[in-house]
Structure formats: structure tokens, C-alpha cells
Nanobody
Framework: QVQLVESGGQLVQAGGSLRLSCTAS????????MGWFRQSPGKEREFVAA????????DYADSVKGRFTISRDNAENTLYLQMNSLKPEDTAIYYC????????????????????WGQGTQVTVSS
């Protein structure tokens, strides 16, 4: 059974930092684009960041560019999201996801192109 498991979410003050992790089991995603999405109450799940299979290409939502950094460790089958200068509007459940394409970096912001999802981890930023 393929699983993506996120961790690292917690309550933090505005201006603080967090690092989220996402570990895959059941299969590896070392050849696949992976991404982070987030969802706040009453809002649709939105794209945050994506990274290609070897980390050479990344994509970020404008709202997090310059503050968040996506990275991956294929040896550990783990995806990361370093979040700095956190704002209350970053409060959301954060989900990691993986595409099925191999060695491609396309449609990175589109949820339907990510068939594999984790269960999410809560990030709360207090003002």
C-alpha cells in the first residue's frame, strides 16, 4: 500500500519557522515530481510548492516565494518544506503529494495531476 506521511506541523508564532517532512512508503517517488499543497477552513486546497525528481527544478506559489523552500532527499525517500517568516495566513493543513509522471516537471500546480496524497499535517501560526 502506497502511503505518504507528513509530519512537523505545530503551533508557531508569526515570524517563526517550521520544517515539514513527508516520507513515502510502499513505493518510491525518486523519479517523480512531488509537491506541497495547503487547505484552510472554507477554502479550496491550494498549491504551495513543487520539486522535480532530482531537485533541479522548483516552483512556488507567489504567496510563499522567498519564504518557503522545498527540497528532497531521494536516498531517504523524503520530501521537505522549510517555512520561514511564517504569517497567520499560512495557517492551514499542509499536504504532500506525488505525481505519476516519470522525470517530467509539468502541471505542477494542478491537483488532478497528483494521484498520491498524504493525510496532512496542521500548521497554525499565531499573531
Amino acid at each position: 500500500q502506497v502511503q505518504l506521511v507528513e509530519s512537523g506541523g505545530q503551533l508557531v508564532q508569526a515570524g517563526g519557522s517550521l520544517r515539514l517532512s513527508c516520507t513515502a512508503s510502499g513505493r518510491t517517488f525518486t523519479s517523480n515530481t512531488m509537491g506541497w499543497f495547503r487547505q484552510s477552513p472554507g477554502k479550496e486546497r491550494e498549491f504551495v510548492a513543487a520539486i522535480n525528481w532530482n531537485g533541479a527544478s522548483t516552483d512556488y506559489a507567489d504567496s510563499v516565494k522567498g519564504r518557503f523552500t522545498i527540497s528532497r532527499d531521494n536516498a531517504e525517500n523524503t520530501l521537505y518544506l522549510q517555512m520561514n517568516s511564517l504569517k497567520p495566513e499560512d495557517t492551514a493543513i499542509y499536504y504532500c503529494a506525488a505525481q505519476a509522471f516519470l522525470y517530467a516537471f509539468v502541471q505542477t500546480r494542478e491537483r488532478p495531476y497528483y494521484p498520491y496524497w498524504g493525510q496532512g499535517t496542521q500548521v497554525t501560526v499565531s499573531s
